[in-house]
């Protein structure tokens, strides 16, 4: 303040690049582009080769180590388990690696990881128990490839590969079914091919006043003349329940797996055949009503 007056001091210019300055760095950015450019195609190309490289030397690794487990005897989806495994693994490494040598600083890459990692464990949380579940699953050995299975759900096909997450079916017309491992580690699981054979159960009615004894000689006859049906185990015919419009029977054999669809068709049809030809009548729901004059 000087004589009454206050005095505001002045702002601060900023030092601003006059044209000179700025036409002198606009020059030598022009000029360093061109290096710039080419060590970045140069990093990107060795980048790509570098992964080309080990991605060919990774299949390498695969198929070396099919090659020994085959020859162990190792079992099939153990096989495909362990070759997913390997390949996601290897894959991540080869990554890792090339971020690492291109400069990327590997202690801040654990530290991000690091801190993460419980993120990642509570979004992977399925993929985790799907990776258990498979593990569980070659050591445990509900089932293999090449099974005929059905889960809890009623998804059912022949198993066709057991990898680190999944398990693949193929239904009998030929779709593709996808089952997490963890469901099916964690819940019931029918294997229909464990054993080597399997029995074949055929429903059917007869009329009341169909023979009974005549209609179970003629389809036990069946049983004793298909080649398929296994002759050391029982074969049966038996009333299973008397209904309200029909005497149910069940025919009854056993059968290898290999013949089970085959002979559940051949002999179901043969029955209609069978029946029919004797006159016996295989009768459809009705209602007898009967009126009465009051």
Known sequence: MRNGWVWLAEPEVANIPDIKTISR??????????????????????????????????????????????????????????????????????????????????????????????????????????????????????????????????????????????????????????????????????????????RLDVSLSISYSSDIRKAKEVLLEILEEDEAVLKDHDRLVVVDALADSSVNLIVRCWLANEDYWPGKWRITERCKYVLDENGIEIPFPQMDVHMKRP
Do not use: C
């Open 25 to 198: 760095m606009l020059q030598e950015f022009w000029q360093s582009l061109p290096a710039k450019v080419f060590s970045l195609v140069v990093r990107i190309l060795l980048i790509v080769v570098i992964f080309f490289i080990g991605v060919q030397l990774i299949k390498l690794l695969r198929t070396l180590l099919k090659k020994y487990m085959k020859k162990v005897d190792a079992d099939v989806g153990a096989i495909q388990f362990v070759d997913s495994f390997v390949s996601a693994s290897l894959h991540v490494v080869l990554i890792f690696t090339i971020a690492v040598s291109f400069g990327v600083d590997a202690a801040s890459i654990v530290a991000l990881l690091g801190s993460a990692g419980v993120a990642i464990g509570l979004a992977l949380q399925g993929g985790l128990s799907n990776l258990v579940g498979g593990l569980l699953i070659l050591l445990l050995k509900p089932f293999k490839v090449g099974d005929y299975i059905m889960d809890n759900e009623g998804h059912d096909g022949t198993v066709d590969k057991i990898q680190i997450f999944y398990t693949t079916l193929l239904t009998p017309d030929n779709k593709t079914v996808v089952l997490p491992n963890g469901n099916l580690a964690n819940n019931p699981v029918t294997n229909f091919t464990s054993a080597q054979i399997r």
